[in-house]
């Protein structure tokens, strides 16, 4: 078989079956995992990948970032470990920042795919893990050694034998190791029944190799991108953006070039990394960078290497979007969630009918200390704040972008954690207003009732920058968060008394084009539904209720 020899129908068979089979990966691996984290926040993705290392398919509910990782940390681990090397039954993991995704605290997962003694593809699943030891998930720490512990590329199974030593080593540096080791398996366990799945779908296809689908695949895929930015003006195109840093505030800059068929991005101007760990390493730029354009050219078609390939992105060193090591990176989604509005705003001249107003953006806190049943507790809660609004889109209320957690049932998160839950209500008036409007923030309030302190560990975005407007929107709400009605840094470590509150007031999106040319029936949609209330409608869209 050869690229050109599967007919269109066969093809989309085929790939469908090929995301089929990430998918059925992924309820493998959920239906093992220990944490919330990923059983309830989906915070995961899987990608199966040919012999060559060039991802082919991907889960369809999978995080941007991952994805967008999981081919370059493929390269990093045959690096290591060449593929003439492996044996079937190895697992090969690394949660390290600049080979991975970013952080520490995501753990990448590969199988190799044997067909008798040849490679014929790798598996791998990537998953946030509960705790890595250090300081925890934050962005406190001053440089990465303070963030936990941090794997170089190395066996977790070899040939179908736990690496015992290497588990000693991880149970003895984390918090909850009953937590971490069910989710490490469940990865490890995901990955076999992927390897299993690949084999039967080449046995049913009669394929020996999985290079000629791939490569028709990639090629299909290639051809849609490079025919979308051809449709786009050439030119080259400037755009900045600020966001709070620790102290002071940090400018990202970007400079795109639309030539022909391919786009390039270059970071250049960029403010520099700092002392704490909201910085970026390359490879979680480069991924958001990608991202953000296939959203401005494909966004329905599945990803794979070839949706990719016309996108050049480049970053200097001594950026904070090109972090070198010791730089701390816990946070660095902080930061990193920023290039993709940054890109939207870069762009927004030669696509304004794809580019999206800024949105509210996700907000994380690492609980960590005792449960109420006195065992240790280390859990992560996202929430989230308004969607920007689009051309002729309303912005969803509290939906994530650019990333797509999802935050833990109330039920499920009382009964783990002795954490009550008091409220979750949205809040009026948060979103950004327009023609179309964003999505608007909410507020959670927590009460420790555990019985015992607890820390939060903030990682919480648009607090002094709001969710921008395009094209003459309003800007969002900004976020805060509160204990017992005291603001506190946003991105700080806090302790939590018993009996004390908690709360998060989430942000709202960006709205899109001219407020005074939102329908009259929308406002006074807006208005029964309580979104805004009657001094907005009348100051800002000049409607009067009644």
Not at 221 to 244: K, M, N, Q, T, V
Not at 260 to 280: H, M, Y
Request: charged share 20%; with cysteine.
């Amino acid at each position: 078989m050869s690229p050109r020899t599967i007919d269109a129908v066969s093809l989309s068979i085929m790939w469908d079956r090929l995301i089929g089979i990430t998918d059925e990966i992924i309820s493998a691996l959920v239906r093992s995992s220990f944490s919330t984290i990923v059983r309830e926040s989906g915070d995961l993705s899987v990608v199966v990948l040919d012999a060559d290392g060039n991802s082919v398919a991907q889960g369809s509910y999978s995080v941007p970032s991952f994805t967008g990782t999981a081919a370059p940390t493929l390269r990093h681990m045959l690096a290591k470990f060449p593929a003439e090397s492996l044996e079937p039954g190895d697992v090969i993991a690394t949660n390290d920042a600049w080979m991975g995704t970013g952080h520490l605290f995501d753990i990448n997962v590969m199988r190799p795919v044997f067909r008798g003694a040849r490679i014929v593809g790798y598996t791998m699943s990537i998953t946030h893990l509960p705790d890595i030891g250090g300081l925890g998930f934050g962005a406190a720490a001053s440089e990465i050694f303070h963030e936990g512990l941090r794997l170089p590329v190395c066996k977790l199974v070899r040939a179908g034998r736990l690496d015992e030593p290497m588990f000693d080593v991880i149970r003895s540096n984390v918090r909850v190791p009953e937590q971490v080791f069910g989710d490490l398996m469940a990865n490890v366990t995901c990955n076999e029944v992927g390897g299993r799945q690949l084999l039967d779908f080449m046995d049913e296809y009669g394929l020996d190799d999985l290079a000629p689908l791939s490569e028709a695949i990639r090629g299909q895929s290639e051809r849609a991108i490079r025919d979308r930015i051809a449709a786009l003006p050439d030119g080259i195109y400037e755009g900045a953006i600020d966001i709070e840093g620790i102290d002071d505030p940090l400018r990202l800059v970007c400079r795109a070039e639309i030539a022909g068929e391919e786009i390039g991005l270059d970071f250049a101007g960029t403010s520099p990394p700092v002392n704490r760990g909201i910085n970026v390493p390359f490879c979680y730029t480069r991924a958001m960078a990608r991202y953000a354009v296939k959203c401005l050219t494909v966004p329905g078609m599945p990803n794979n290497e070839g949706a990719v390939a016309p996108i050049r992105v480049t970053a200097p060193e001594d950026s904070i979007l090109n972090a070198q090591p010791p730089y701390p990176t816990g946070g660095r989604h902080v930061t990193g969630h920023m290039v993709v509005p940054l890109v939207f705003r870069t762009l927004a001249e030669a696509a304004p009918e794809m580019v999206q107003a800024d949105c509210g953006n996700m907000n994380i806190v690492t609980f960590q200390g005792t449960r109420a049943d006195g065992q240790p507790m280390s859990t992560i809660y996202f929430s989230t704040g308004g969607f920007g609004a689009l051309q002729g889109f309303d912005g969803a209320d509290t939906i994530p972008g650019p990333s797509n957690m999802r935050a833990v049932p109330v039920e499920m998160w009382e009964s783990l954690t002795g954490i009550t839950i008091v409220h979750k209500r949205l809040l009026p008036d948060t979103s950004g207003h327009g023609e179309a409007r964003g999505g608007l923030g909410q507020e959670i309030e927590f009460r420790n009732d555990t019985g015992f302190p607890f820390t939060a560990f903030c990682i919480a975005p648009r607090s002094e920058f709001p969710a921008r407007g395009l094209f003459g929107g309003g800007d969002g709400s900004r976020r805060t968060i509160l204990i017992d009605d005291r603001p506190v840094h946003p991105k700080g470590a806090h302790a939590v008394a018993p009996g004390q509150r908690f709360t998060m007031r989430d942000s709202g999106g960006g709205g899109f084009g001219d407020p005074e040319n939102r329908p009259r029936g929308k406002v006074l949609a807006d208005l029964d539904e309580g979104l805004i209330t009657p001094p907005v409608a009348r100051e800002v869209y000049g409607v009067t209720p009644g």
